[in-house]
C-alpha cells in the first residue's frame, strides 16, 4: 500500500520537535548533534585475518542510550539536516522545517503529535496486493492493540535494525539487539549467524521463528545476510503496520567503512506484497570507546497499554 | 510487604500548565495521561523497578480511614534516573518504607497511576523529569 506523503506543512512542523528530541538523545555520553543525518564515515576499515571487513564492535554510538539502542530517531528515512530543512533520503525531496524554537518549550501534546507525524512522511512504503490494504490501515489505526512489538515482544527482522553488537568469527557471526523500551517495547533478541557455507533448510521443514533462519555470506566487502522461516507475530517496519507471512523471505546487506555500518533489508513476501520491498538505509556509528561494552538491558515489563483510552500513538 | 509508617495524604489538583519539554514513550503520553491534570499522591515507596519500557515507582498510600490503596507511577527513562542517582538507595536513590509526595500526570482511565513529573523526599530531596523519546 502506497501512503502518500500529505502534509508538508505538517512535516515541517513536527520535524522541528524531532529534531530536538534526537538532540537531547545525545545529551548522556556523545557529544551534541545539531542534526540526524547519515554520519559520514572516518577512519580505517579493520580487516580480519581472511581479508573480510572486520564488523566487530558495539555500534551504538549514534543513539548510546544506556540500553545500548543504535539511534531510532535517524532511522525512519528522514535526516533533519538543519533548523530549517529536512530530506527524504529515500525521495531525496526536502522537506520545510519550521525554525526550531529554543526559547519556549513544547507541550507534550505538540511535541508527540508532531514527530508522530514526521515518522509518517517517509516516502520509502512497501506495496501491498489490494486485498491487504484495508487490513495494513486497520493495523495501523488500532496499532496500539495491534502492534505485535510494542508488548514485550521481539521486534523480529528485520524492524530491530541493526544490531548494537556484532561479533565476527571465522565461521560465524553474533548479533546482539538489545530490548527497546523507546519507541517500542521490546525484548531482547540475538542471533547467531554461520558464514560457513551451509545452505537454508527447506522452508516447510522450519519452524517459525522470531528472527528465522539467517544464513550469511560475503559479497566482497559486504555482508549479506539471508534468513526466512520466520513466524508472522511481527511487523517489518517501524510503522504502519506493515505484517507479513511465514513465508517473508528477508535480505540484509552490512557494509563496513571506517567507523561506519550501513544496512538495508529487503524483505519479498509475494504472499502479500505486490513487489520487493527494502528500507531505506541505515547507518550506525561504531562507539568510539576501545573498552566499550554492551550494557545489561532492562527487562522489559509492559503496564501502559491497558490504560490506554485514545487510539493516539506513534 | 512494606509496612506502611504514615497516615498519607492524597490530594488532587488541577493544573493547566503546559509542560515543558520532549515527550514520547511506547505509547502516546495523552492516550494514557491527562497532560493538564496533576495529582499529588504522598505515601511510602512500596518499590523502584528500572525496566523497560518504562520503569515504575509504587507507592502504598494510606487514606483517613487507615485503608492502605497501592500507586502505581510511570517514570522517567532510565538513563534520567540513574543520573539522578536513583539506581542505588545508598547513592541518595529511594528505598522501601521512604516517606515520597509524588506530582504526576493523572491518568484519564481513573486508575490509581500517573506518569511522574516530581518527587519530593520527606528529608527535602526534590526530582524533576521529562521524558526522553530515545530511553536515555
Known amino acids: 500500500m502506497r501512503l502518500t506523503a500529505s502534509s508538508r506543512i505538517i512535516a515541517a512542523a513536527a520535524a522541528l520537535c524531532l529534531l530536538s528530541a534526537a538532540v537531547l538523545a545525545q545529551e548522556s555520553s556523545q557529544p551534541r548533534r545539531t542534526t540526524n543525518a547519515p554520519p559520514k564515515p572516518s577512519g580505517p576499515t579493520p580487516r580480519t585475518a581472511d581479508g573480510r571487513p572486520d564488523l566487530t564492535g558495539v555500534w551504538n554510538a549514534l543513539g548510546d542510550n544506556l540500553n545500548g539502542i543504535p539511534n531510532q530517531i535517524a532511522n525512519n528515512g528522514l535526516a533533519i539536516e538543519s533548523d530549517r530543512s529536512t530530506r527524504d533520503l529515500h525521495s531525496g525531496r526536502q522537506v520545510a522545517t519550521f525554525p526550531r524554537n529554543t526559547t519556549r518549550p513544547q507541550n507534550n501534546e505538540q511535541a508527540e503529535r508532531a514527530a508522530a507525524l514526521l515518522r509518517r512522511v517517509g516516502s520509502n512504503r512497501p506495496v501491498y496486493k489490494p486485498e491487504y490494504w484495508e487490513m495494513v490501515k486497520n493495523f495501523d489505526h488500532n496499532a496500539n492493540e495491534e502492534d505485535p512489538s510494542n508488548n514485550c515482544m521481539p521486534a523480529g527482522i528485520p524492524r530491530a535494525g541493526i544490531p548494537s553488537y556484532i561479533g565476527q568469527m571465522p565461521t560465524y557471526l553474533i548479533f546482539i539487539y538489545p530490548g527497546q523500551g523507546g519507541l517500542i517495547a521490546t525484548q531482547t533478541m540475538y542471533r547467531m549467524i554461520p558464514t560457513d557455507g551451509r545452505t537454508h533448510t527447506p522452508l516447510q521443514e522450519i519452524d517459525g521463528s522470531y528472527t528465522g533462519e539467517a544464513i550469511g555470506h560475503w559479497e566482497g566487502d559486504t555482508l549479506v545476510v539471508d534468513s526466512w522461516g520466520f513466524n508472522s507475530n511481527t511487523w517489518f517496519d517501524q510503522i504502519g503496520g506493515y505484517f507479513h507471512s511465514e513465508n517473508m523471505h528477508v535480505i540484509e546487506r552490512f557494509r563496513r567503512e571506517g567507523n561506519t555500518l550501513t544496512w538495508t533489508a529487503t524483505v519479498h513476501d509475494p504472499d502479500v506484497l505486490l513487489e520487493p520491498w527494502t528500507t531505506t538505509p541505515r547507518v550506525a556509528l561504531l562507539n568510539a570507546r576501545p573498552n566499550a561494552l554492551l550494557p545489561e538491558s532492562l527487562p522489559c515489563s509492559e503496564r501502559d497499554l491497558s490504560h490506554i483510552v485514545t487510539k493516539e500513538h506513534h | ?136
Open chain 2, 1 to 136: 510487604m512494606t509496612r506502611v509508617r504514615i497516615g498519607a495524604l492524597l490530594t488532587v489538583s488541577l493544573c493547566g500548565a503546559a509542560l515543558a519539554g520532549q515527550a514520547s514513550a511506547h505509547h502516546s503520553i495523552q492516550a494514557q495521561f491527562d497532560i493538564n491534570k496533576h495529582i499529588t499522591v504522598s505515601g511510602t515507596v512500596a518499590r523502584v523497578e528500572f525496566i523497560n519500557p518504562h520503569s515504575y515507582l509504587t507507592v502504598n498510600v494510606k487514606d483517613a480511614d487507615g485503608k492502605v490503596t497501592r500507586w502505581a507511577f510511570e517514570m522517567a527513562a532510565a538513563g534520567q534516573l540513574r543520573r539522578a542517582g536513583l539506581s542505588r538507595a545508598d547513592r541518595g536513590g529511594l528505598k522501601a518504607g521512604d516517606e515520597v509526595t509524588v506530582i504526576a500526570l493523572a491518568a484519564r482511565d481513573g486508575s490509581n497511576s500517573g506518569l511522574l513529573q516530581e518527587l519530593k523526599v520527606a528529608d527535602g530531596r526534590e526530582f524533576k523529569f521529562t521524558p526522553d523519546p530515545n530511553g536515555n
